[in-house]
């Protein structure tokens, strides 16, 4: 089993900076290719961006592209979101994700490739 807690939201306003974080436990971090997701009140759970257990290959939606960076320290075994030039659409409530990588099958951009999920943390935009 693998345990993810997510931290760091909060309110910021529009064009601020956030990083939001996901610590992980509960298996070995290296094994794990990770992602970030979020949903506002009304919507299904969006694709933000995701990464490889070796941080060599990222993935990120059209609509975070350029303002948000994903990153992972596998010493902390913990997964980051740095969120900058936030706009009020990006108020969700954020999850963290994971899937070991022998298990990993179909699309990193896929909810339904991920096994493990965190409780999530708010993100809201708002002046």
């Known amino acids: 089993q693998v345990q993810l807690v997510e931290s760091g939201g909060g309110l910021v306003q529009p064009g601020g900076s956030l990083r939001v974080s996901c610590a992980a436990s509960g298996r070995t971090f290296t094994t794990l290719d990770m992602g970030w997701f979020r949903q506002a009140p009304g919507n299904g759970r969006e694709f933000v961006s995701a990464i490889s257990w070796t941080g060599d290959s990222t993935y990120y939606a059209d609509s975070v592209k350029g303002r948000f960076t994903i990153s992972r320290n596998n010493a902390k075994n913990t997964l980051y979101l740095q969120m900058n030039s936030l706009r009020p659409e990006d108020t969700a409530v954020y999850y963290c994700?994971?899937?070991?990588?022998?298990?990993?099958?179909?699309?990193?951009?896929?909810?339904?490739?991920?096994?493990?999920w965190g409780q999530g943390t708010q993100v809201t935009v708002s002046s």
């Open positions: 994700a994971a899937v070991p990588t022998k298990q990993f099958s179909g699309s990193p951009y896929s909810s339904d490739s991920y096994n493990y």
